[in-house]
């Protein structure tokens, strides 16, 4: 039995969710978010959304709180977005977005060219702040985590990409010798 399955799930004004099939459609004043969810039937009752699995799988709970917690996130998605910060920590380490592409400069022999995947905007408000937002909060942390992978934050100096209000842990640096 999933306790977060078992939860309905509030459904806010200006929400509507309809399924077919497999196919969960979330459909809100920012946007629509469609996603393919197996072994679960969903079921409206006073603006709360319930959720039952399908008997015909050896452990329906598996699925079960995964897909409430998806639906949870789309329907947040829908209503208000998602927002991920990028801090850039390096000299002369910095970012621009042109266009559909988001450039990058990270101290490599060449510049980072990021195209923009649809559904995300990104603003760069000073070279050392990337700022992503979207309605799928799935695509908004696969391209921050993309973005991040270029230029994993170092422990010696601190120098990388960092999510904001991350910190690093600091090693010592050698010891002197003798």
Same mark, same amino acid.
């Given at each position: 039995?999933?306790?977060?399955?078992?939860?309905?799930?509030?459904?806010?004004?200006?929400?509507?969710?309809?399924?077919?099939?497999?196919?969960?459609?979330?459909?809100?004043?920012?946007?629509?978010?469609?996603?393919?969810?197996?072994?679960?039937?969903?079921?409206?009752?006073?603006?709360?959304?319930?959720?039952?699995?399908?008997?015909?799988?050896?452990?329906?709970?598996?699925?079960?709180?995964?897909?409430?917690?998806?639906?949870?996130?789309?329907?947040?998605?829908?209503?208000?977005?998602?927002?991920?910060?990028?801090?850039?920590?390096?000299?002369?380490?910095?970012?621009?977005?042109?266009?559909?592409?988001?450039?990058?400069?990270?101290?490599?022999?060449?510049?980072?060219?990021? #195209?923009? *995947?649809?559904?995300?905007?990104?603003?760069?408000? &000073?070279?050392?702040? /990337? !700022?992503? +937002?979207?309605?799928?909060?799935?695509?908004?942390?696969?391209?921050?985590?993309?973005?991040?992978?270029?230029?994993? #934050?170092? *422990?010696?100096?601190?120098?990388?990409?960092?999510? &904001?209000?991350?910190? /690093? !842990?600091? +090693?010592?640096?050698?010891?002197?010798?003798?």
């Amino acid at each position: 039995m999933s306790k977060i399955g078992a939860k309905p799930i509030k459904i806010p004004n200006g929400v509507t969710i309809t399924q077919s099939g497999n196919l969960f459609v979330v459909q809100g004043p920012k946007g629509k978010i469609e996603k393919s969810l197996i072994n679960v039937t969903m079921e409206i009752k006073e603006e709360q959304l319930h959720l039952t699995p399908n008997n015909n799988i050896t452990k329906p709970s598996m699925f079960w709180g995964t897909a409430s917690s998806i639906i949870r996130g789309m329907i947040e998605g829908v209503t208000n977005g998602f927002i991920k910060e990028l801090n850039i920590v390096g000299v002369g380490y910095k970012a621009a977005v042109a266009g559909k592409n988001l450039n990058l400069a990270l101290g490599f022999s060449h510049p980072v060219n990021l #195209p923009i *995947p649809t559904g995300i905007t990104v603003e760069t408000p &000073k070279p050392t702040i /990337i !700022i992503i +937002k979207g309605i799928d909060k799935e695509q908004v942390g696969q391209f921050a985590a993309l973005i991040r992978s270029y230029k994993m #934050p170092e *422990p010696y100096l601190g120098k990388g990409i960092l999510y &904001k209000d991350e910190k /690093i !842990i600091r +090693k010592a640096g050698k010891a002197a010798g003798k």
